[in-house]
């Protein structure tokens, strides 16, 4: 079976946390997936996590309640190593859902709220860095 191609960026659905048409940036330098999480908080084995951002309306900041989470170290692309809350879920591609681990993290400051790695696209999908929006533009 051939692999699907994906682009450089896309706009997928994470329908588990109600987040629907949502930029993302496919990163082969990543290992790890990230999503951008405003607020989190973990008390009494249970972690809530609010998904807002000004910068990205569809990020509608309704809090999100996990009891199945765990955290990771995840290291920048400076050297910089931070332990990060890591949450599994699912993500709508190309019309088919697939479970994806993803770390939280605060990506305010940048362009996509949500980082593809390595780690979800292995055996999975063929990046193609000229194309964008190949799984938006099935729909």
Do not use: W
């Amino acid at each position: 079976m051939q692999k699907p191609i994906i682009g450089r960026i896309d706009i997928i659905d994470f329908p588990s946390l109600g987040l629907f048409n949502i930029d993302v940036k496919i990163d082969t330098g990543a290992y790890t997936s990230a999503i951008h999480c405003s607020k989190i908080i973990e008390e009494n084995k249970t972690l809530k996590c609010t998904f807002y951002s000004k910068d990205h309306p569809n990020f509608s900041g309704e809090e999100v309640t996990f009891t199945n989470y765990s955290k990771t170290d995840v290291k920048s692309s400076n050297g910089y190593k931070e332990n990060r809350f890591k949450i599994k879920t699912d993500v709508v591609i190309f019309g088919k859902t697939y479970p994806i681990n993803l770390t939280l993290s605060t990506r305010d400051d940048m362009k996509f709220p949500v980082l593809i790695g390595r780690q979800f696209l292995s055996k999975k999908f063929l990046v193609d860095v000229n194309k964008q929006n190949l799984s938006h533009n099935t729909r």
